[in-house]
Structure formats: C-alpha cells, structure tokens
C-alpha cells in the first residue's frame, strides 16, 4: 500500500519530463533537408511552383529525409532525438546516451528515468489532397519511470 502513494508523484514527474522533451522537439525544423532560414520552402516541394511564387529556394528541393536513428552531435530536427536516453540498462535497442545528454542539467531530477523517442511519418492521420506521404510526422515519447510505471506521449509535427 505505502509503495503505491508514491505512483501519483512519478506520474506528475513523468509529465513534466515527457511535456518538456515533446517541447523540445516541437521547437526544431521538421527535417534536416527543410529550409534553415525560416521556412520560405519545404522539403519534397517543386522548386519551380515555389519560385513562381516569388519564394527564394534553390533550383532543386532537396527530398526530406526518412527518420533514422543517427550519430548527430547535436539537435538539428525532430529525427535526432530518435533513440533511448538514460541509463543504458533501462534501454532496450537505440541507446543513443544518458539523460543529461538530451535534456542536460534537469536530468538530476529524474533518477532511474528513461526516455524513448520514435519518429515515423505518419499519412493516415490527416486528410490530404497533395499526396505527399511525408507532411506529418509522428512523434512517440515514452517516459520510463521504473518501477512506477511508463506514461507515453504523442505529438506531430508538420512540414510547414
């Protein structure tokens, strides 16, 4: 009994944590091949429809990229955080590294926590007439808490 009063604490932990790594996510480009200077164009768009609307772009689009698993250093779109944060025991494939690696110093406030992200682009969703099947992608965050439980959150993020 006393074990379970400790559940609605690690819930509120893990939603801040998931809340926080989401926004996290959320705040970057949409893939690495979108336009960095504020989105004046978009990954998998037609150069020449995009120019005719007066919109500076080069002359070929480059195609967006599919969501891998990768050796970034650094945060530069939504795929690199693909992967398990935290102790690599709680990790089951993907470890990409601890928890301070992907949300630094807060990460002493979540001890035993693990955090997994999946990126896929996700069609099915959203009703579209472009077809384009990568406009949305979904994001899947699961906070592990231990033995308190995993809480998952889902967001997506749009090619605009």
Known sequence: MFAKSANPHYEARA???GQAVMNQILAR???IK?????????CDEDAEAVQKLGILSPNSIPACSSP???????????????GCWGAESACNADYR?????????????????????HVTY???TFP???NNDRLYKRIDV??????????DFTAYRSNF
Do not use: C
């Open 97 to 117: 590294g601890s928890l301070a690696k992907l949300v630094g110093n807060e990460s002493h406030d979540y001890p035993n926590f693990s955090v997994d992200i």
């Open 34 to 42: 979108s336009d960095p200077d504020g989105s004046r164009w978009r």
């Open 29 to 31: 480009p949409f893939d």
């Open 128 to 130: 579209d007439t472009t």
């Open 122 to 124: 996700d069609k099915a």
């Open 15 to 17: 939603a801040a944590l």
């Open 68 to 82: 891998l698993v990768a050796d970034a250093k650094s945060f530069n779109a939504v795929e690199d955080y693909m």
């Open 142 to 151: 699961t906070v592990d808490t231990g033995k308190f439980g995993r809480y």
